[in-house]
């Protein structure tokens, strides 16, 4: 807006400034209705007085501008407006790294009752597994281990029949 001689341009760019604010007005809003600590109010607050003030400056600058007296415009702008502006987008960053930082906390909340419940599954599932196997494994090991004692006493008889028929035909 400084940089331009044409008024329409200038006007142009007053233009955009006027909505520039009303969506900013709209976001203050949104803010308020959604804080619920004093200390967070207080911060906004503060925003809202630095942007107040800046808003005073920076008409002050359009209103140089438009009726084309940029020399007095340009001091304002710097000294004035400038730092304003650096204020106010510190403190909206501010604002912005707070409510990221809580929005990823309350994420993280459902994220970690999903993963002890899906831990709880885990736990659950194999304790019915081994409940549920431990009987029939050790039914399938006792028809094994009678199985081999059958094995082994067939085994002994035929060696001790054979072995009474190798020793009686001696006698």
Do not use: W
């Amino acid at each position: 807006m400084l940089l331009t001689s044409n008024i329409e341009k200038r006007k142009e760019f007053c233009n955009k400034i006027l909505k520039v604010r009303e969506a900013y007005r709209e976001c203050i809003e949104f803010l308020k209705a959604k804080i619920r600590s004093k200390g967070k109010e207080k911060e906004l607050n503060k925003t809202i007085y630095v942007s107040l003030n800046l808003e005073k400056n920076n008409n002050r600058v359009v209103q140089f501008i438009l009726v084309g007296e940029t020399e007095e415009a340009i001091p304002i702008h710097e000294q004035k407006v400038l730092p304003q502006i650096r204020a106010m987008q510190k403190e909206l960053d501010d604002f912005v790294n707070f409510y990221a930082k809580r929005a990823d906390e309350l994420a993280d909340k459902p994220l970690g009752y999903i993963k002890r419940t899906f831990a709880g599954l885990i736990v659950s599932e194999v304790i019915f597994l081994v409940v549920l196997k431990f009987p029939f494994i050790i039914n399938i090991t006792k028809q094994f281990s009678a199985n081999i004692e059958t094995q082994i006493e067939k085994t002994t008889q035929m060696a001790m029949q054979l072995k009474k028929e190798i020793l009686l035909p001696k006698l």
